[in-house]
């Protein structure tokens, strides 16, 4: 596990207390990190947070709405004076409104793109402006197999996350040179509460 310490570091995560964000955090906690958590639904706060502190690292949960630039970069300076660094933040926040593309609500699309790429715009831009004042950094996308190939049912979530693999290979060109890597991961189907009725189809659950 020492090659893959990151004692010392602090790590934001952005839909911090959902079923991803959560496991995550665990995660980075467990590799020595502290962790700070963004989150619009803080009724998970006390679980995750007690699980962050189980590992013996600091966590701090913050309340913000990716979509919504004052509460992003309060959330951040928050967190800079919180811990004094930023090494890595995870653009984990996210969704889908699955259904016809032809009878998609011109808000649910709104929505889609608004949290799915709008935020993870937001909140890259104020963790490079960290990053640069600290001399680098890193910067994790989750993307979706859906920024890749085309899902059921699911046109304006494949095309934020597509947006969020083309924004990806954007910003590590441009922010290379202030030693600042951005990459991106792409999960296919996670089980979640926000979609356990759709992977759980013997269709889907089987393949």
Same mark, same amino acid.
């Given at each position: 596990?020492?090659?893959?310490?990151?004692?010392?570091?602090?790590?934001?995560?952005?839909?911090?207390?959902?079923?991803?964000?959560?496991?995550?955090?665990?995660?980075?906690?467990?590799?020595?990190?502290?962790?700070?958590?963004?989150?619009?639904? !803080?009724?998970?706060?006390?679980? &995750?947070? @007690? /699980? %962050?502190? =189980?590992?013996?690292? $600091?966590? #701090?949960? !913050?309340?913000?709405?990716?979509? &919504?630039? @004052? /509460? %992003?970069? =309060?959330?951040?300076? $928050?967190? #800079?004076?919180?811990?004094?660094?930023?090494? &890595?933040?995870?653009?984990?926040?996210?969704?889908?409104? $699955?259904?016809?593309?032809?009878?998609?609500?011109?808000?649910?699309?709104?929505?889609?793109?608004?949290?799915?790429?709008?935020?993870?715009?937001?909140?890259?831009?104020?963790?490079?402006?960290?990053?640069?004042?600290?001399?680098?950094?890193?910067?994790?996308?989750?993307?979706?197999?859906?920024?890749?190939?085309?899902?059921?049912?699911?046109?304006?979530?494949?095309?934020?996350?597509?947006?969020?693999?083309?924004?990806?290979?954007?910003?590590?060109?441009?922010?290379?040179?202030?030693?600042?890597?951005?990459?991106?991961?792409?999960?296919?189907?996670?089980?979640?509460?926000?979609?356990?009725?759709?992977?759980?189809?013997?269709?889907?659950?089987?393949?």
């Amino acid at each position: 596990m020492e090659l893959f310490s990151l004692t010392g570091k602090v790590a934001l995560i952005t839909g911090g207390l959902g079923d991803i964000g959560r496991t995550l955090a665990r995660g980075f906690a467990e590799a020595g990190a502290d962790v700070a958590l963004l989150d619009r639904n !803080l009724a998970r706060r006390a679980e &995750v947070e @007690a /699980q %962050v502190r =189980a590992t013996g690292r $600091r966590v #701090l949960t !913050l309340e913000a709405d990716v979509r &919504v630039r @004052a /509460q %992003v970069d =309060a959330a951040f300076e $928050r967190i #800079l004076e919180q811990f004094g660094r930023l090494d &890595v933040t995870v653009n984990n926040a996210g969704l889908n409104v $699955r259904g016809p593309a032809e009878e998609l609500a011109e808000a649910d699309l709104e929505t889609i793109l608004d949290v799915n790429l709008k935020g993870v715009f937001l909140c890259g831009q104020a963790a490079a402006r960290a990053m640069k004042a600290r001399g680098g950094g890193k910067i994790i996308n989750v993307a979706s197999i859906g920024g890749a190939v085309a899902l059921p049912a699911s046109a304006a979530y494949c095309g934020s996350k597509g947006g969020v693999v083309l924004l990806t290979r954007a910003w590590a060109a441009e922010w290379a040179p202030f030693n600042i890597q951005v990459n991106a991961i792409g999960p296919t189907y996670i089980r979640t509460q926000l979609n356990a009725a759709f992977v759980d189809r013997p269709e889907i659950r089987d393949r």
